[in-house]
């Protein structure tokens, strides 16, 4: 069985750019998460969908940041304009349900010049 | 606020011995907790969920406890191999919808 899926995996853009990174969850998969990863950090939420709603999206910074998940399978999420401080590494992960064990895509890394 | 700390150093251990692993955590009452890898270059892996009302956890060679009076949580690795090298974290519910915490990660450094 595929794992989730994400694109691209690497990501090198210039401040005030836009930016989109795609997540393909595991099939059957209710929920999705976004999670960014600073260096040395774990990873912090960004937003959590169960099927197409969106349930947690209190960490997503809404000014810049945006995200969607047509049908309740694939997701995007976008960032513009970005800035330095997002560099990083964007997460994303799928369960069955939320509660249940989270996989992880291998991430989208994003360094902002 | 909620906060869980892991070990920030990294931990050098020859083959053969046991890591262990601390995660605390404050202001947390979680009803289970999580234990992650990751490998650079990769998302964590899961490997162990540890109940409130379970004491010890043991998978292959890992074993979890779990400790609601010290607010803690232990994570071994017995036997260790070069291959364990990774990052360790560990992850609480922050609430009952499936919203999680993770901590900063334990580097774990298994040298033959």
């Known amino acids: 069985e595929a794992g989730v899926v994400q694109s691209p995996r690497y990501k090198i853009i210039e401040k005030k750019q836009p930016v989109a990174f795609w997540c393909n969850p595991i099939s059957g998969h209710n929920t999705l998460y976004w999670y960014r990863q600073n260096l040395g950090q774990g990873p912090e939420l960004l937003i959590r969908?169960?099927?197409?709603?969106?349930?947690?999206d209190s960490q997503l910074p809404k000014d810049r940041f945006s995200a969607e998940r047509l049908k309740g399978v694939d997701s995007t999420l976008k960032i513009q304009p970005a800035e330095l401080g997002d560099s990083a590494v964007y997460l994303c992960?799928?369960?069955?349900?939320?509660?249940?064990?989270?996989?992880f895509g291998p991430g989208t890394r994003l360094l902002v010049l | 606020s909620q906060k869980i700390e892991q070990n920030s150093e990294a931990l050098n251990i020859q083959e053969g011995k046991t890591a262990t692993l601390t995660c605390n955590y404050t202001n947390y009452s979680p009803a289970y907790l999580q234990w992650y890898r990751q490998d650079p270059g990769r998302g964590p892996v899961f490997l162990l969920l540890?109940?409130?009302?379970?004491k010890e956890k043991r998978k292959e060679r890992l074993k979890v406890t779990f400790d609601t009076t010290l607010k803690q949580s232990l994570f071994h690795i017995t036997a260790s191999q070069p291959a364990d090298s990774a990052t360790y974290l560990c992850?609480?519910?922050?609430?009952?919808?499936?919203?999680?915490?993770f901590g900063a990660g334990t580097q774990v450094v298994v040298t033959p």
């Open positions: 969908y169960e099927n197409e709603e969106a349930v947690d």
């Open positions: 540890i109940r409130e009302n379970e």
């Open positions: 992850a609480l519910p922050t609430d009952s919808w499936g919203k999680f915490q």
């Open positions: 992960a799928s369960s069955l349900g939320s509660q249940e064990t989270q996989y």
